[in-house]
């Protein structure tokens, strides 16, 4: 069924008359005769009882179809509002998803202003590891991701966000921490502390480590930098982690920074992802602004 046919015929039987439904549509009045003579073709039924009388009158089809005709175009009212509040950002959803050093120490803070900023929205900050993160992307369970490394899947747009410092940490407490610069053989003989498969920080550690000719001859998988922070500042090995997230122990004393043999910056890209060719909702655009802006 044509819906702009359709619409001219509700208009006539809303405003009484072919003249005035053509005034309100801004069309001529032939033209409105016109769309209704073409409107009852297509349905092969009369719509208007023309036997005379003041005013339009419908047969018992017209009356059927225009009730079918006021609930369609109250659902298309209802749709535009909808839209309407979504891109005033007065309804629907936020979901970022982020793996955990980044929301807890880049993005809780912005996520939080945007979501008292705008109270109406439905807004969530989904914490997983970067594998996790893209899964949740791919399923569009999320609207975007900020991870430490870009997946490996073309279905993703990354793009580079910023640059998060690293550092090697080791116990207060251990000598190895007193040299100047370990060895790169001495580093090897160490337990490594390292996060769980998936993880962003995990790859990027052993990629720098591999680029100091340092083997590590024992790790244990803990799952979560601060926990690993934690287990380094009790004896338990050597770990990279971000400089963020062992500032607070190096300061108090628990936690030392170790000297690295030469070799690449200690440093790690974070990435924004996003699916490849999904428009950003309003939410996620506004959201984007604000950080860019927050960074400028």
């Not at 006021?70 to 979901?95: H, M, Q």
Request: hydrophobic fraction near 50%; charged fraction near 25%; proline fraction near 4%.
């Amino acid at each position: 069924m044509n819906l702009h046919l359709l619409r001219v015929f509700a208009a006539v039987v809303e405003h009484d008359g072919f003249s005035r439904a053509a005034e309100a549509l801004f069309v001529s009045q032939s033209a409105v005769s016109k769309a209704l003579r073409e409107l009852e073709h297509q349905l092969d039924l009369p719509l208007i009882d023309r036997s005379g009388g003041r005013g339009v009158r419908l047969t018992e089809s017209g009356q059927a179809l225009y009730r079918h005709a006021r609930g369609i175009f109250a659902l298309e009212r209802a749709a535009l509002e909808e839209v309407r509040e979504r891109v005033g950002l007065r309804r629907g959803g936020l979901r970022i998803g982020a793996s955990t050093t980044v929301a807890a120490y880049w993005l809780a803070e912005a996520f939080a202003r945007h979501a008292a900023r705008h109270p109406q929205l439905d807004s969530a900050l989904v914490v997983g590891n970067t594998g996790e993160v893209a899964e949740a992307l791919i399923d569009c369970r999320i609207d975007a991701g900020f991870v430490e490394g870009p997946p490996h899947d073309e279905r993703i747009l990354a793009t580079r966000w910023r640059d998060e410092p690293l550092q090697a940490v080791v116990a207060a407490t251990s000598t190895l921490g007193a040299q100047r610069r370990a060895s790169a053989r001495q580093l090897g003989a160490q337990r490594w502390l390292v996060r769980e498969a998936g993880s962003g920080t995990r790859e990027v550690a052993q990629s720098l480590l591999a680029a100091r000719g340092i083997v590590p001859a024992r790790t244990l998988e803990i799952g979560g930098n601060e926990a690993i922070a934690r287990a380094v500042a009790a004896g338990d090995g050597v770990a990279i982690l971000p400089a963020a997230v062992v500032a607070d122990l190096i300061a108090v004393g628990r936690l030392r920074a170790l000297a690295l043999p030469p070799g690449p910056a200690l440093q790690r890209p974070l990435y924004r992802l996003e699916l490849a060719n999904r428009p950003r909702s309003p939410a996620l655009a506004a959201f984007l602004a604000a950080m860019e802006r927050r960074e400028a």
